[in-house]
């Protein structure tokens, strides 16, 4: 194929990818190769760092001159809040090179969008066991693992992964999503969209939802009970479940803490086997100690500001028992799980007063009088809500002062 008409193929490639969002990696897969051959075999597809660089800024440039052209003869303009991006396929850089409509932009400077490009693509990565070496594998999907820049890449991937009703909410971490509905008057219209709605955000954004791992937990108090409706994805039900494990914390659909409790102590009662073989090689009681907090301690302390409020005195009193195990192992004196409670949670609120971004800031107001630094308690009907985290977070810091 001549030069000229191999850029001009190569300007319309990049026309196509930047108008119908298709990935980058589209001229490194084999059946578009297969298809492209067949269709012009003389002609050559660029790489996906050639079609990412020079390809795509030609063609970004040149519809940027277009629309300066068609802004400046229009009498009036009408902006589209919508966006679109010129890498699907790519789905981080999808927001690292954003473009609104009709004005077009680059957000950040192409070298560093190539740089991420190329951070994220041919990772070379082997299973080693022993002696033994898998044969090398190059990733171009997800993120390494323990990466500093991981985080960070994410929440630029899923930043438009947001509730559409105000009576729902998405919470994601990592690979964990969960969407909470407030469902009244039994209208489960807006829960329902925001889970549709879910399954078309994955779709458009190349992810699969695992239909087999996702389950649904209702919360009723309401005494008679009423039948809910299974959910759907992609014409599969949705396991309905009474508890479910979220971040290491059992959650039940009573809101109540045994299950996890009953977990954490199984937990522990293993490590104090490994705490009692210890002591026989006569080490230290501040060595002991020392183990206790790492391997014992930081289970049986693990989101405690969430659940230990409120625990029944039965669970209270099988922690503590724990507790003096391990006391009586190390030789040293432990500090009590409603010691460890009270100081982290009003570590806790402290921190969130201080950061005015906290989704829970606001539920830390002072009184209007301000004569005690008293901050305002809502009123709750139940001892349930009484003793859940953040309202014992608030007695706790009034009590200080």
Same mark, same amino acid.
């Given at each position: 194929?001549? @030069?000229?008409?191999?850029?001009?193929?190569?300007?319309?490639?990049?026309?196509?990818?930047?108008?119908?969002?298709?990935?980058?990696?589209?001229?490194?897969?084999?059946?578009?190769?297969?298809?492209? =051959?067949?269709?012009?075999?003389?002609?050559?597809?660029?790489?996906?760092?050639?079609?990412?660089?020079?390809?795509?800024?030609? @063609?970004?440039?040149?519809?940027?001159?277009?629309?300066?052209?068609?802004?400046?003869?229009?009498?009036?303009?009408?902006?589209?809040?919508?966006?679109?991006?010129?890498?699907?396929?790519?789905?981080?850089?999808?927001?690292?090179?954003?473009?609104?409509?009709?004005?077009?932009?680059?957000?950040?400077?192409?070298?560093?969008?190539?740089?991420?490009?190329?951070?994220?693509?041919?990772?070379?990565?082997?299973?080693?066991?022993?002696?033994?070496?898998?044969?090398? #594998?190059?990733? =171009?999907?997800?993120?390494?693992?323990?990466?500093?820049?991981?985080? #960070?890449?994410?929440?630029?991937?899923?930043?438009?992964?947001?509730?559409?009703?105000?009576?729902?909410?998405?919470?994601?971490?990592?690979?964990?999503?969960?969407?909470?509905?407030?469902?009244? =008057?039994?209208?489960?219209?807006?829960?329902?969209?925001?889970?549709?709605?879910?399954?078309?955000?994955?779709? @458009?954004?190349?992810?699969?939802?695992?239909?087999?791992?996702?389950?649904?937990?209702?919360?009723?108090?309401?005494?008679?009970?009423?039948?809910?409706?299974?959910?759907?994805?992609?014409?599969?039900?949705?396991?309905?479940? @009474?508890?479910?494990?979220?971040?290491?914390?059992?959650?039940?659909?009573? #809101?109540?803490?045994?299950?996890?409790?009953?977990?954490?102590?199984?937990?522990?009662?293993? $490590?104090?086997? =490994?705490?009692?073989?210890?002591?026989?090689?006569?080490?230290?009681?501040? /060595?002991? /100690?020392?183990?206790?907090?790492?391997?014992?301690?930081?289970?049986?302390?693990?989101?405690?500001?969430?659940?230990?409020?409120?625990?029944?005195?039965?669970?209270? !009193?099988?922690?503590?028992?724990?507790?003096?195990?391990?006391?009586?192992?190390?030789?040293?004196?432990?500090?009590?799980?409603?010691?460890?409670?009270?100081? $982290?949670?009003? $570590?806790?609120? !402290?921190?969130?007063?201080?950061?005015?971004?906290?989704?829970?800031?606001?539920?830390?107001?002072?009184?209007?009088?301000?004569?005690?630094?008293?901050?305002?308690?809502?009123?709750?009907?139940?001892?349930?809500?009484?003793?859940?985290?953040?309202?014992?977070?608030?007695?706790? #810091?009034?009590?200080?002062?």
């Amino acid at each position: 194929m001549e @030069e000229r008409s191999q850029r001009n193929a190569d300007e319309c490639l990049a026309r196509a990818v930047y108008a119908t969002a298709s990935p980058l990696m589209l001229t490194g897969n084999v059946y578009w190769k297969r298809f492209l =051959n067949v269709l012009c075999p003389a002609y050559t597809p660029p790489t996906s760092h050639a079609l990412s660089t020079h390809l795509l800024d030609a @063609e970004f440039n040149r519809v940027q001159v277009k629309v300066k052209q068609i802004i400046e003869k229009a009498d009036c303009i009408v902006i589209i809040s919508d966006r679109w991006s010129n890498v699907r396929g790519q789905g981080i850089i999808n927001y690292i090179i954003s473009t609104p409509q009709p004005v077009f932009y680059k957000s950040t400077d192409p070298a560093l969008c190539n740089w991420v490009l190329d951070f994220l693509t041919g990772r070379p990565q082997v299973v080693r066991i022993g002696n033994n070496i898998s044969t090398l #594998l190059i990733l =171009n999907t997800g993120a390494p693992q323990g990466c500093v820049l991981s985080p #960070l890449l994410y929440s630029l991937f899923t930043h438009d992964c947001v509730a559409k009703h105000a009576s729902n909410s998405i919470i994601k971490f990592a690979y964990d999503t969960k969407v909470v509905g407030l469902i009244t =008057n039994n209208d489960e219209t807006a829960y329902r969209e925001e889970v549709r709605a879910l399954g078309v955000w994955c779709q @458009e954004n190349n992810l699969s939802l695992n239909v087999n791992k996702t389950k649904e937990m209702i919360v009723d108090f309401r005494k008679q009970e009423r039948a809910h409706p299974p959910i759907h994805i992609d014409g599969t039900v949705v396991e309905k479940v @009474e508890s479910f494990k979220f971040l290491g914390v059992h959650i039940t659909d009573k #809101l109540k803490w045994s299950t996890h409790i009953d977990s954490v102590v199984k937990k522990v009662q293993q $490590r104090l086997f =490994n705490l009692r073989r210890l002591k026989k090689f006569s080490l230290s009681p501040k /060595t002991l /100690t020392n183990v206790y907090r790492c391997t014992i301690e930081s289970i049986l302390s693990g989101c405690i500001t969430t659940w230990y409020g409120n625990c029944s005195a039965h669970n209270r !009193k099988a922690l503590q028992r724990v507790v003096r195990t391990a006391q009586g192992i190390t030789g040293g004196k432990l500090p009590a799980l409603q010691d460890t409670y009270t100081t $982290r949670c009003h $570590r806790k609120a !402290k921190k969130i007063i201080k950061d005015n971004n906290h989704p829970s800031h606001c539920l830390f107001t002072l009184l209007s009088s301000r004569r005690r630094c008293q901050n305002r308690c809502i009123k709750s009907g139940t001892e349930r809500l009484k003793n859940s985290s953040y309202l014992k977070a608030i007695r706790l #810091l009034n009590s200080h002062h």
